[in-house]
């Protein structure tokens, strides 16, 4: 029988990973069906308690869950970090930033076949800075620098080496000279087991700074665009969520349980 109600979604990603999210109500409607009820004649009938469940989600927890599939649905080769010079851009001010950020990567788009996937962070000074997933023909240069596993910024080369002398655990840093806004760092992904050249990590890694604070005070959660996938293959079950793996959480203010498991990931 065709149902249009389900309390089961499984995201299927290109890596065999399989994102499962059960709740123990049918919340699901991924056709938009609206049902009208006659309740003065069916006072015991129930109406599912998803039909609009999708668009009563918080913003922020739905804006996460598309950057992240984002990420892992598209190969990207660097992850760049962007900085503001003070004297060009002000950091302090979403409005200003935005206006900078959206002309510079429109024209990357165009010019140098960018794609990205970009999550804004907000420091506790109160500026703003972007951590970004990019693939595309970009003007790097050697910044004289490596990551590496001791210290959570970039060194310079050759006390690096005095740090850390396993020359494997060293990650190159770059600088991205198509940003003339400020500063930029840019690092190639290597390849993880995950088959998609780290993303995995990556992708929880950039939209762990999609906090809380951020949602108070940017209306912009993050920036994409480029010749990206975006959409998921998708699979929607109705399913005993007893029998679920799973830890179970109550959401707050509902009578709603939901338990999220991933399969797949090693």
């Not at 009938?45 to 892992?72: M, Q």
């Not at 809380?212 to 929607?236: F, M, P, Q, S, W």
Request: charged content about 30%; glycine content about 4%.
């Amino acid at each position: 029988m065709f149902e249009l109600y389900y309390n089961q979604r499984i995201k299927k990603y290109p890596n065999g990973v399989e994102y499962v999210t059960t709740f123990n109500k049918t919340v699901f409607n991924p056709l938009h069906h609206k049902k009208n009820v006659d309740y003065s004649e069916r006072d015991n009938f129930r109406l599912p308690f998803g039909p609009d469940i999708e668009t009563r989600l918080d913003n922020l927890k739905r804006s996460r869950e598309a950057a992240f599939d984002i990420a892992l649905l598209n190969n990207f080769d660097w992850f760049v970090t962007l900085t503001f010079n003070d004297n060009i851009v002000n950091a302090y001010n979403e409005d200003d930033v935005n206006r900078v950020v959206k002309k510079f990567f429109d024209n990357m788009v165009q010019r140098h076949d960018l794609k990205y996937l970009c999550v804004p962070e907000l420091h506790k000074s109160g500026r703003i800075h972007l951590h970004c997933l990019m693939s595309g023909e970009l003007d790097l240069i050697d910044s004289g620098t490596d990551l590496i596993p001791q210290r959570k910024k970039p060194v310079e080369r050759e006390k690096s080496f005095r740090i850390c002398p396993d020359v494997s655990k060293h990650k190159q840093v770059f600088n991205l000279l198509n940003w003339k806004r400020g500063w930029s760092t840019a690092i190639k992904f290597t390849k993880c087991d995950d088959g998609l050249n780290g993303t995995m990590a990556i992708a929880k890694y950039i939209t762990k700074y999609m906090t809380k604070d951020l949602c108070k005070i940017l209306k912009h959660y993050y920036y994409a665009g480029g010749h990206l996938i975006r959409d998921v293959e998708t699979e929607y079950k109705n399913v005993i969520f007893e029998d679920m793996d799973g830890i179970p959480v109550e959401i707050k203010g509902t009578e709603l349980q939901v338990k999220y498991c991933v399969r797949g990931v090693f």
